[in-house]
Every structure is written in C-alpha cells, then in structure tokens.
C-alpha cells in the first residue's frame, strides 16, 4: 500500500478520530483548570503545583508503562487508559458542578490524570508504525497532525467561552470525559506486531527498561538532542504553562475567552506550520537547523509578549510561536520513529518522554515561585531571551545542523544497540562516523 491511499486505511482512519476526539476534549481540561485554581485560590504558586503534581505520575510510572507497552499491546494499553480518563474526568466533572472541589481535590485530580496519562503517551507513539506500513509513515504523521489540529482549533475557544458561564467548569471536565470515551471505542486493531529479538519478552522489567537507556545511549546524536530539548523545555514549558493565565488576567485584564483564544490561535498558527513543512523548498533544511530557528523565534516572541499590552499583538505573537512548533513537530515525530525499532519503541519513547516530564513540574514551579518575586512580564523577558541565546549557541554546532529528516528505517543488528542509520538521517563527524546503508 503506497503513501498516498493512507487516507484509504480503515485503522487509519480509527486511529485518527481517536486522536482528534482526545485532543479536542484535552483542551476543554486545559482551559478549565487554571481558572479552576483561581476561583479556588489567587496563588499562582497553586497553579504550579497542579502541573507538577499532574507530572509527578509520570516519572514514577513511566518507564514501566513503555516497557508493558513493548511487552503487551499498545492498543490494549490505549484502551484502557482512554477508558480510565473517561471515568476520572467525569467523576470530577460531577464534583465540580456539585460545588464540592477543595484544592486538596484538584491536586488528586491531577495525580488521576497524570497517571493515566502516563500509558496513554508511549501507547500513542507506538501505535501508529504497527498500523500503516513504514512507507506510509511521514504520510500518516503529517496527515494525523494536521487533521486533528484542525479538529482542536476551536476547541480553546469553545472551552473558554464554556468556562465563563456558571456551570461551564464541571461541565469542561464532562465533555473532556466523553471525548476520552470516544478515543476508547476508536482505536484500530493492528495490522503488524513489533519483531523482537530472542528472549525480549523474557525480560525482567528492569532488564527490558535497561533495555531502553541502553540502546538511548548508544545514539550519539540523539543523546546531544536530548540535552537540546532538557534546557529549551525548562526554559519555555513552566513559562507558558504557568505564565500565559497570569499575563491574560494580570497584564491583559481579560478573562477565560481570551486565554482560550490564545491557546486557539497558537493551535492555527501549529497547522500553519505543519502544512509549510510538506512544502518541498522547505524540506531541504535540515531538521536540526530548523528546530534551532524555530526556538530562536519563539524566545524573542516571548519576549515580545512580556512587553505587550494588546490582545491583538499576543495573537501575532502565539500564532508565530505555534508556526514554528508546527514546522518542526512532523519531521521529529517521524524522525524518532524511523531511527527506534519497534521493539523498543515503546521503551525509548517513555525514556525521552520521561526526560521532558522531569522538565516539566520543576519549570512550572519555579515559574510559579518566581511570580511571587517578579512579574509576569519579566518571566516572560527573561525567559524567551535564555531560549533565544540558547538556540543560536547550539545552532553553530555541527552534528544538530547536520540532523536531517529520516526517509528510511534505521535498523540494528537484531540486539538493541544501534548501529546503522539509512537516508540521511545525520552528517557524521569525522571523528565519529555513522555507517550509512544505503
């Protein structure tokens, strides 16, 4: 089956209003919860701690969820944890519409759904090479992240206008619940199971999550791009995550519907992107150059949104900052599937994902204890020059800028160390050169 029937493939297809009806209903979550916090308290310190505790989960559960992923069925796993969302989000829906949610709620609220989450992530990135084939893959990703875009633009404003009214809370957190429950009875059957090598399913845990970093480890460019992704990720994700609620009350003087413009607009700004990288002039730069300059661009957005005043003004910039996260995210997404076998796809994915998790619940804390000494607007200043100033240092490094997009399977020797990338996946050093097969 080529890359252009994709759209003909039924599990395709299941595996795409799965998606869509999940992200659609996250964003109803999304809005909710700060305005949630600051009808329960004014502490922006609160804020933080609810992204952390919803992260908390995951740096406990992570690994062996994408270890019982390898193991199992992504899509056993899938299920269940769409399922077990359904059920949690309705739940607290109901709590909060009978006017009964303490902050101490919320924070369990947030360990639920942290923890659920936490199968969720490796299960969905795992999913999708054993449903189309591998020459269908770039296809796929691009039309799964720009089709459910779509579906999720008008989810923040829905959302925000939702929130505004009495009862829109509990109610955000029902429609989040029925979103998940249609995920549940969506996701496909697979058409090709993960080829291990002898013994992998006889792995202890432990072994099979060693497994994992081993074969991480072993990647040299990949190990750099991590460490990339470590300080941009702390320097953005607590800035925005914390940071953007505060600055549409505080520096805006708006209300939930702005916020869940914002968030809206930056939605339309990454399917902007993600259309723009399918353009065949634009495809020839290199991944790694264009994740770099996307980063530089949004860390001076950041600045500019410190500085501004003007709804008008925060949508330029949030949608110029959702151009560039669109730009990158298809030739990523597709780059770190081809390069991890599927065996240990599950694993690795968990590893990376586990990585920006970490990241995540310090920067929003720190963030979040930083408001109590600064403002709002000097987080955003001070934090999108970092970013800036960091992207530009590692763009003059030579393996990122020679990180290019992957058009063919990186393949291993039948262990978990890898050792051949096809295409042009990457420049090789001269000091450190990858064989290239083909």
Not at 98 to 104: G, N, Q, R, Y
Not at 178 to 192: K, M, N
Request: charged share 10%.
């Amino acid at each position: 089956m080529s890359s252009g029937n994709v759209l003909r493939h039924p599990g395709f297809l299941r595996l795409l209003a799965g998606s869509a009806a999940a992200l659609l209903g996250d964003q109803f979550t999304f809005i909710a919860i700060p305005w949630l916090v600051l009808k329960l308290t004014q502490e922006s310190l609160a804020l933080g701690m609810v992204v952390a505790f919803m992260g908390l989960p995951r740096l406990i559960f992570l690994l062996p969820a994408g270890a019982l992923v390898d193991r199992y069925s992504p899509r056993t796993i899938l299920v269940t944890a769409s399922l077990a969302s359904a059920v949690v989000l309705g739940c607290f829906g109901m709590l909060v519409l009978a006017d009964m949610v303490t902050l101490w709620m919320l924070y369990g609220f947030a360990v639920l759904m942290g923890l659920v989450g936490t199968f969720t992530l490796p299960a969905r990135m795992a999913i999708l090479p054993r449903v189309v084939a591998p020459e269908q893959l770039q296809s796929a990703n691009s039309i799964m992240m720009g089709a459910t875009q779509i579906f999720v633009l008008a989810g923040p404003v829905l959302a925000g206008i939702l929130v505004s009214t009495s009862k829109g809370l509990g109610t955000a957190f029902l429609v989040d619940g029925i979103c998940f429950l249609l995920a549940a009875v969506s996701v496909p059957r697979l058409v090709r199971a993960a080829e291990s090598p002898d013994g992998e399913k006889d792995k202890h845990m432990f072994a099979a999550i060693f497994a994992g970093f081993r074969w991480v480890w072993g990647d040299r460019v990949l190990r750099l791009l991590v460490g990339y992704w470590i300080m941009a990720a702390f320097l953005a994700m607590g800035t925005m995550q914390v940071g953007l609620p505060l600055l549409v009350e505080k520096q805006l003087k708006l209300d939930s519907a702005a916020f869940g413009l914002l968030i809206s607009v930056s939605g339309a700004g990454q399917l902007m992107g993600i259309l723009l990288s399918g353009l065949r002039a634009l495809k020839k730069i290199p991944l790694g150059v264009a994740v770099c300059m996307a980063d530089i661009v949004a860390g001076l957005s950041l600045v500019g949104m410190g500085i501004n005043q003007v709804l008008a003004v925060a949508l330029v910039l949030v949608f110029t900052i959702g151009v560039g996260a669109g730009f990158v995210q298809v030739g990523l997404y597709t780059w770190i599937q081809h390069r991890i076998p599927n065996h240990l796809l599950g694993r690795v994915v968990s590893i990376l994902s586990l990585v920006m998790t970490a990241i995540a619940p310090v920067s929003a804390l720190l963030a979040g204890t930083f408001t109590h000494y600064i403002t709002v607007s000097v987080l955003f200043m001070s934090m999108g020059g970092l970013l800036s100033c960091f992207a530009l240092l590692f763009l003059a490094n030579r393996t990122i800028r020679g990180i290019r997009a992957v058009d063919v399977l990186a393949v291993t020797d039948g262990g978990d160390e890898p050792v051949v990338a096809k295409g042009d996946a990457i420049q090789p050093s001269t000091s450190e050169a990858v064989t290239a097969d083909g």
